[in-house]
């Protein structure tokens, strides 16, 4: 097995759509589907500062992001629980491995990549969709700390609970 973390770059963002698309019925994930918008741009977003692709013998098999935060209710509930300015958080966004491969560290080795970023820029934070209960059961033996659980704002029409959680910094 030869695991690989690299940069993402804008070459490798159908390839990374098309492994979405194969576990998106398996995993949920992106739970809004089909988007109003195409997989690419769920991908790489607007408020994007780094991502990394895993490749596991050259081909793509997970990805992970790191954001800044929107000026909106959750981006201020993970300052207010970093107690810091909105402009340092860092958001640990679009996470995902393939589901075919599981148990082999790829989602372990992305989420660490992220997270280490996310400490040195700033204070990480993320969301979770709360029925999600193998990411969730990760972020928590990982450190992360649930501070609220609110409904999901990208689909207010229907009952979508997150989890906010934020990885807090060693006092």
Not at 111 to 136: I, K, Q, S, W
Request: with cysteine; charged share 20%.
């Amino acid at each position: 097995m030869d695991l690989v973390i690299r940069p993402r770059q804008d070459s490798d963002l159908s390839a990374l759509a098309e492994l979405l698309s194969r576990q998106q019925a398996a995993t949920a994930y992106p739970l809004a589907w089909p988007s109003s918008r195409s997989l690419e741009e769920f991908l790489k977003r607007p408020t994007e500062i780094r991502a990394w692709i895993a490749e596991l013998d050259g081909a793509p098999v997970g990805h992970v992001s790191v954001t800044s935060a929107d000026d909106d209710t959750i981006g201020k509930a993970w300052a207010a629980a970093h107690n810091v300015e909105l402009s340092e958080i860092r958001c640990v966004a679009v996470f995902f491995s393939d589901i075919t491969k599981a148990g082999q560290g790829i989602g372990s080795r992305l989420l660490a990549t992220a997270t280490e970023f996310a400490m040195a820029d700033g204070y990480p934070a993320l969301d979770v969709v709360a029925a999600h209960e193998t990411p969730v059961n990760l972020y928590l033996r990982r450190g992360w700390q649930l501070i609220d659980t609110v409904q999901a704002p990208w689909d207010p029409e229907q009952d979508i609970p997150i989890h906010l959680m934020i990885l807090p910094r060693a006092q």
